[in-house]
């Protein structure tokens, strides 16, 4: 769907973590090796045991068609979500090699892993870690070249299942990648059902770095680099892409021009949650005649996103996938920061703004199959049967819920915190209370009434919350952002009071 119709936007696909195919996997012929294929690809996609080849893929891509100047953008779902964020710290830390230089780009990958694994507060651990530091700096002066122009950086529901780098300074450092990128622009879509415990949420909204710290952090990366850039930047040569999604892309509408660029380099970070688990998110479930898909809802969102970042589209290919429409445009968009007051409580609209804003009635045909995605879609689960997943799979699944894997888990003063016990047993993720929700989940929740997950109605996560009480209807909400926009709109849970908690627990 991204715009091949001219020769200065480049495009690079990788299939995702689990299904990785090399030209010996594609040559295998005997029983035996067929067997030993199935089983690596099984492991891949159960610990991420591919990310290096992923990575240093995406990396050599770079290598042979990036020129300064040029605008980047990545996109990445699951672990490929985390895949892309790991590759934009390693350019931001260590640069890109000059074309040619392919033999040191494993070096490169084995010094940037090393230097991420490096950490304490011992002074063994911050002396190592300085000399990693030193070293990478001075190879970073020989043999590359700096990146200063990430643009954009599309997750969808980023996970971390990758043993090499779960350790126990994950509690110290609760979300290292995303932390220290200097992508302009970074937008994640999280799943709010999902429930396997090797499928735990790996959030950015926990980092997102105020306006004074991210002016000095940019402008130190830029100064370092002798890197200057104009006030206002027209020119993009190339448009690189790196998506490691199982899903098939299918974009949204879409306009050659970019974005107005802001006075300040202020790092742009959304982080939404949608409804449905980890695959309804990110796509790749096959769909019967006239049945609409939950992912359509994000990947919409996603591609607008990318799209006011510059990123150019084929509009009819838009208008094909139903990706656009009249709506598209910022007719009914708010700024953050500018949105009107407004309230829902228990599925009723408090005033006549939020029945707007609820869009109970689309006015055009692409709003129409936007909301059925959001409320006439089968949503999956991979821990219950009959939920649009084989019984061999839900089976295997359940199983892996009663082993002590490492897991995140959200502390009561808002921090993350590696545990193996109490095993996950199912238990519903952890949402933040200042977390945004997508008016998809609002829609979901007034059309559904088994729809309940309590996590998202009253907040936090475990076992206990995987089904709201109906006394707590659909919770209450405030409009975030984005009033009238049936792309972008999102809520917040309004707090609970002391007699709502006090029942919950």
């Keep these: 769907?991204?715009?091949?119709?001219?020769?200065?936007?480049?495009?690079?696909?990788?299939?995702?973590?689990?299904?990785?195919?090399?030209?010996?996997?594609?040559?295998?012929?005997?029983?035996?090796?067929?067997?030993?294929?199935?089983?690596?690809?099984?492991?891949?996609?159960?610990?991420?045991?591919?990310?290096?080849?992923?990575?240093?893929?995406?990396?050599?891509?770079?290598?042979?068609?990036?020129?300064?100047?040029?605008?980047?953008?990545?996109?990445?779902?699951?672990r490929g979500a985390y895949v892309a964020r790991f590759l934009a710290e390693m350019l931001d830390k260590i640069g890109l090699l000059e074309a040619g230089n392919e033999e040191l780009i494993r070096f490169v990958w084995k010094t940037f892993a090393k230097w991420q694994q490096c950490s304490g507060d011992t002074t063994e651990a911050k002396t190592k870690r300085a000399k990693l530091d030193e070293y990478m700096r001075a190879f970073k002066e020989t043999f590359c070249h700096p990146v200063p122009n990430l643009r954009f950086l599309g997750l969808f529901d980023t996970v971390n299942s990758v043993p090499r780098f779960e350790r126990a300074w994950m509690s110290h450092n609760r979300f290292p990648y995303t932390a220290r990128t200097s992508a302009k622009v970074i937008r994640h879509a999280v799943s709010i059902d999902e429930r396997r415990a090797k499928f735990r949420q790996d959030l950015i909204s926990e980092v997102k770095p105020?306006?004074?710290?991210?002016?000095?952090?940019?402008?130190?990366?830029?100064?370092?680099?002798?890197?200057?850039?104009?006030?206002?930047?027209?020119?993009?040569?190339?448009?690189?892409?790196?998506?490691?999604?199982?899903?098939?892309?299918?974009?949204?509408?879409?306009?050659?021009?970019?974005?107005?660029?802001?006075?300040?380099?202020?790092?742009?970070?959304?982080?939404?949650?949608?409804?449905?688990?980890?695959?309804?998110?990110?796509?790749?479930?096959?769909?019967?005649?006239?049945?609409?898909?939950?992912?359509?809802?994000?990947?919409?969102?996603?591609?607008?996103?990318?799209?006011?970042?510059?990123?150019?589209?084929?509009?009819?290919?838009?208008?094909?996938?139903?990706?656009?429409?009249?709506?598209?445009?910022?007719?009914?968009?708010?700024?953050?920061?500018?949105?009107?007051?407004?309230?829902?409580?228990?599925?009723?609209?408090?005033?006549?703004?939020?029945?707007?804003?609820?869009?109970?009635?689309?006015?055009?045909?692409?709003?129409?199959?936007?909301?059925?995605?959001?409320?006439?879609?089968?949503?999956?689960?991979?821990?219950?049967?009959?939920?649009?997943?084989?019984?061999?799979?839900?089976?295997?699944?359940?199983?892996?819920?009663y082993l002590p894997f490492r897991r995140m888990d959200l502390q009561e003063d808002g921090s993350w915190k590696p545990i193996r016990w109490p095993l996950p047993c199912g238990e519903v993720r952890d949402i933040p209370d200042d977390a945004k929700i997508h008016v998809s989940a609002i829609h979901r929740l007034k059309s559904d009434p088994e729809y309940r997950p309590g996590n998202l109605i009253m907040g936090g996560g475990g076992r206990g919350k995987k089904k709201a009480p109906e006394e707590c209807g659909i919770g209450e909400w405030q409009m975030a952002d984005y009033p009238g926009c049936p792309i972008k709109e999102t809520y917040v849970r309004k707090p609970l009071s002391k007699e709502a908690r006090h029942m919950d627990h």
């Design 1 to 78: 769907m991204l715009d091949r119709t001219t020769t200065n936007q480049y495009h690079y696909y990788q299939p995702g973590i689990g299904t990785y195919v090399t030209s010996a996997s594609l040559s295998q012929s005997g029983i035996t090796r067929k067997i030993k294929s199935a089983y690596v690809k099984a492991k891949d996609a159960a610990v991420g045991s591919t990310l290096a080849d992923h990575v240093m893929g995406g990396y050599k891509f770079l290598m042979r068609y990036y020129c300064p100047g040029d605008q980047i953008y990545f996109f990445g779902f699951s």
């Design 210 to 401: 105020t306006r004074r710290e991210h002016r000095f952090r940019l402008r130190e990366h830029l100064e370092k680099h002798h890197v200057h850039l104009p006030h206002h930047t027209h020119h993009q040569r190339h448009n690189d892409r790196l998506s490691d999604s199982a899903q098939q892309p299918s974009p949204v509408a879409s306009s050659a021009s970019s974005e107005s660029e802001k006075t300040d380099n202020v790092q742009d970070i959304e982080e939404v949650w949608f409804p449905g688990c980890h695959t309804d998110i990110g796509g790749g479930w096959p769909l019967g005649t006239g049945e609409y898909a939950l992912s359509h809802v994000p990947l919409v969102w996603m591609v607008h996103n990318a799209q006011k970042a510059g990123l150019r589209f084929e509009p009819d290919k838009m208008r094909r996938f139903v990706c656009s429409g009249d709506s598209t445009g910022d007719h009914a968009e708010h700024p953050q920061g500018g949105n009107p007051p407004g309230t829902l409580n228990n599925g009723a609209a408090q005033n006549k703004q939020e029945q707007q804003d609820g869009k109970d009635s689309p006015t055009s045909d692409f709003e129409c199959f936007l909301q059925k995605s959001s409320t006439h879609s089968r949503m999956h689960d991979s821990l219950r049967f009959g939920k649009g997943v084989r019984w061999t799979t839900v089976l295997s699944w359940k199983v892996m819920e």
